[in-house]
């Protein structure tokens, strides 16, 4: 018994931040998400935005489940990102919205004993993510390698980062939807050690912020590039972007006009 004590405290503890606002129907199965994992060193913070639709209630259902929680006004979802930051105490963080759910029960294992076998201790570490088909079943979405991107190369919920990083480099709050994409870009040019892993980390909700306002979105990835990048690169992913927003307008559906 004390062998398996000492060998659990020699774990990292890992904290896993869910953020919420008014979204019940979701939060519950990925608290369960979170209470099922077989990783014995888990922190799990709740942060909600002051929710009306129950969500509280959801997640006094799980009280026992959960390290601590908070539910007040903020200032927007990564507003609620930091504040989650600032009340973690685990070596590593994982951010865990509503809607999403690890992809089984031992994955933050999987990612922990694969960490500690790697040759070098790396900062951020990420993997791909399975998302639901409107026709039913996954399509798993491949990661790609580290690199400095116009766009998230990876899905946010599917990495672990150390909390000293966090702390390092908050997430600038004047964004609303691409200030991940910051963070992790100001990282990659600070030299800070990115590893991808070769297997799925979650399930994730595509109903969020970011892909219900696409051009919003992809108008706040110019701010960070015009912000972050200098030189040929800048303007490359300039390009990129502009065009995309050039020919998502040019396609869109025209709405539908009632006579």
Request: glycine share 6%; hydrophobic share 40%; proline share 3%.
């Amino acid at each position: 018994m004390q062998k398996i004590m000492e060998q659990m405290i020699d774990l990292p503890l890992i904290t896993v931040i869910t953020v919420v606002l008014d979204a019940k129907t979701n939060l519950e199965k990925t608290i369960r998400s979170v209470a099922e994992q077989d990783y014995g060193r888990i922190e799990y913070l709740v942060i909600d935005g002051g929710s009306r639709d129950g969500s509280v209630r959801v997640i006094q259902q799980y009280f026992s489940a959960i390290s601590q929680w908070v539910s007040e006004n903020d200032n927007g979802i990564y507003a609620a990102m930091n504040k989650g930051v600032g009340m973690a105490s685990g070596e590593w963080v994982c951010f865990l919205n509503a809607g999403d759910i690890f992809i089984n029960s031992r994955v933050i294992s999987q990612v922990v004993e694969t960490v500690r076998l790697l040759p070098a201790q790396p900062d951020i570490v990420y993997g791909n993510v399975w998302t639901r088909k409107p026709s039913g079943g996954f399509t798993n979405r491949i990661a790609q390698s580290p690199r400095n991107s116009h766009r998230m190369y990876f899905c946010h919920q599917s990495a672990f980062v150390r909390l000293s990083l966090l702390r390092q480099h908050l997430f600038d709050e004047r964004y609303k939807l691409s200030a991940d994409l910051k963070f992790f870009k100001q990282c990659y040019k600070d030299n800070q050690a990115f590893v991808k892993l070769n297997f799925p980390i979650t399930i994730y909700e595509t109903s969020g912020l970011s892909n219900s306002d696409r051009e919003r979105g992809l108008r706040e990835n110019i701010s960070v590039i015009k912000e972050i990048d200098n030189g040929w690169e800048k303007y490359k992913f300039l390009l990129r972007l502009y065009f995309v927003i050039y020919w998502r307008r040019l396609f869109a559906k025209p709405k539908s006009q009632h006579l």
